[in-house]
């Protein structure tokens, strides 16, 4: 809501719509990150008053700036209330796509978005990601307990080397470092 061009409507519009509280984070590779991983993820959870609010949110269309362009992302092996989009950037000089795939489980809406610069890869990578952070906000719901990010085992603070883990079957390790966490109102 703070990069929206209006704030404060914003905040009004996630209230309206029910919107009890936001939480993103940011990581970006670690020095042990293989080459081709996004040069960042953004993790986002969003708890609404109702499910209708949090699938009016996902529903919302993405404005398109200047300079780039929208496209629909097959997000269907997610399941139902997915949404994806591959955001791209029209100048040639500076070659950026933004992977953003978000979905519904219940009162929660939740989202992951990929960054890449200077390339255009597969959108494999996010949809992965996508499907282990459905997985892990579903049995959050079963436990009671608040989802984490995906990966966040794997995912060391700031400063901290990344421990070494093996992945489970079907799942995809991303060596990554925690930058900002921000729980919004």
């Given at each position: ?15 309206e719509i029910g919107r009890v509280m936001g939480f993103h984070a940011l ?110 906000v579903e049995s959050g719901l079963g436990s009671g307990s608040a989802p ?38």
């Amino acid at each position: 809501q703070k990069r929206a061009p209006d704030p404060a409507a914003r905040l009004a519009h996630l209230n309206e719509i029910g919107r009890v509280m936001g939480f993103h984070a940011l990581f970006v590779p670690s020095d042990t990150a293989a080459a081709g991983v996004p040069d960042n993820v953004t993790w986002s959870v969003n708890l609404f008053q109702q499910p209708a609010g949090a699938l009016e949110f996902i529903n919302e269309p993405l404005d398109a700036a200047e300079g780039v362009t929208i496209e629909s992302l097959d997000v269907s092996s997610l399941g139902a209330d997915a949404v994806g989009f591959a955001v791209r950037n029209t100048d040639p000089a500076k070659t950026a796509v933004g992977y953003v795939v978000a979905f519904v489980v219940g009162n929660i809406e939740a989202g992951v978005t990929a960054t890449y610069t200077g390339r255009d890869p597969s959108p494999d990578y996010v949809l992965g990601l996508a499907k282990q952070a459905r997985a892990l906000v579903e049995s959050g719901l079963g436990s009671g307990s608040a989802p984490n990010a995906p990966q966040a085992p794997q995912a060391p603070m700031e400063g901290e080397p990344a421990a070494a883990t093996s992945p489970a079957e079907g799942e995809i390790q991303v060596p990554l470092r925690a930058v900002v966490g921000t729980p919004e109102p």
